[in-house]
């Protein structure tokens, strides 16, 4: 964990070298306030996955367009009113342009926005823009449903080369007949509701006797928590730990009982995590955060608007899974390429409803964002909004 924390930390030194990267919410680095300029709050530092993926979009964009020096950087903001304390701040610092990354910031980041009307503001994974009737306030997302979905494809490989080589135990079985599968999930938000039913639908594309347990720490970064939930899911005979939360936690517990012969894979998020589990590791889903501040910075420069709600995925290449680690099932990353093409291509949609049920019943163009065969998942807002527990996921505990 240390020597990934390390790799982190120096991979955004320079950044934050350049931007004014602290967490007092002071900024010795400023360019002079007549010139307009980029704040950034941020609800973590470069050390954990989430807020990393983030730092590093935004000093992508930010060098591609030549405005490093006019980005201001306010790591470890709790959601509280320290947002709105910072967001103040740093419309006195001459930002024009706040861009927060964390839905708990999201009801501050919209007070700001009704206080400074010429100031946009925009709350990432947020869901209430559009309603709020503000033209200076914004939510973003990105599809990474679908990455979701392509990671749970090479859990499912995973899966069914244990089945073939008879390394499935009577302890890795349900009841049913079904092969284990955990996850360790943050909050029971649609946001993480949503990503472990993509992982899921994306297992059962490739070896449908399956069944998923989910606990939930109550923390988006936790490495005790989150390394503990793996260890109960492993316990239970779970032979793939997914996740939606922000360490190397659950990595690392499968890693240690994979080096005492456990058959089990971990598949994480945000970061490639074979630093932490290099042969348990599987893939990481990911979000290329840099096409949207490439975007966002862009409409900032030109002074045009910036989107109510965005959210794009493979299309534009703003979800994607990391390396493939040497533990993947032979003829994965053909299993990979074909599912990415079709979801270009309009072919392949994650939350196609014949492909689940929910108490038994199949959902229909009667439930909202459903029509067409399946669930139009982020498209009337940027936010994930599948909430639905379907047959074949249970929630284990929540343990908040």
């Known amino acids: 964990m240390k020597k990934t924390i390390t790799l982190i930390l120096v991979a955004l030194m320079m950044m934050c070298t350049l931007t004014g990267c602290n967490n007092s919410g002071n900024n010795n680095n400023a360019t002079p306030e007549k010139v307009a300029k980029i704040g950034v709050i941020s609800v973590g530092d470069e050390s954990e ?32 009113e320290e947002v709105t304390a910072q967001a103040e701040n740093l419309v ?33 994974t947020g869901d209430t823009a559009a309603k709020s009737g503000l033209a200076n306030f914004s939510n973003v997302f990105t599809k990474v449903y679908e990455s979701r979905y392509v990671s749970g494809i090479v859990a499912g490989m995973k899966v069914k080369e244990l089945v073939e080589a008879g390394k499935i135990k009577p302890e890795n079985l349900d009841e049913k007949g079904n092969v284990k599968i955990g996850y360790v999930g943050a909050y029971t938000y649609a946001e993480v509701v949503s990503g472990l039913t993509a992982f899921y639908l994306g297992i059962k594309s490739v070896y449908d006797k399956v069944a998923m347990q989910v606990t939930y720490t109550g923390s988006w970064f936790d490495i005790t928590k989150e390394g503990a939930a793996a260890e109960k899911l492993m316990a239970n005979g779970c032979v793939i730990i997914g996740q939606h939360a922000d360490s190397t936690g659950a990595p690392a517990a499968v890693q240690a009982a994979h080096e005492k012969g456990a058959e089990v894979y971990s598949v994480g998020y945000n970061v490639d995590m074979l630093t932490a589990a290099p042969t348990a590791a599987l893939t990481s889903a990911t979000n290329n955060w840099g096409v949207y501040y490439k975007y966002a910075f862009n409409q900032w420069l030109k002074g045009e608007k910036i989107a109510t709600d965005w959210a794009e ?3 534009t290449g703003a979800v994607a899974i990391t390396k493939l680690g040497p533990s993947c099932a032979a003829g994965t990353q053909e299993a990979v390429d074909k599912a990415i093409a079709d979801i270009k291509a309009g072919k392949l949609h994650v939350f196609d409803v014949t492909t689940f049920t929910v108490e038994g019943a199949q959902l229909t163009d009667a439930t909202p964002n459903v029509k067409d065969g399946y669930y139009h998942e982020s498209e009337s807002i940027s936010a994930p909004s599948f909430a639905f527990v379907i047959d074949g996921i249970t929630n284990l505990d929540v343990v908040y």
């Not at 993926?53 to 930010?62: C, D, K, N, R, V």
């Not at 490093?68 to 470890?76: C, E, G, L, M």
């Not at 910031?105 to 926005?113: I, T």
């Open 49 to 80: 996955g989430y807020s990393f993926a983030h730092l590093s979009g935004i000093a992508e964009a930010a060098k591609e367009l030549g405005i490093s020096d006019r980005v201001i950087i306010r790591t470890n903001i709790p959601e509280s």
């Open 92 to 124: 006195e610092e001459g930002c024009t342009l706040i861009i927060s990354n964390s839905y708990g910031h999201q009801s501050f980041m919209e007070k700001a926005a009704k206080a400074y009307p010429n100031v946009h503001f925009v709350a990432d």
């Open 313 to 315: 995925g493979y299309e």
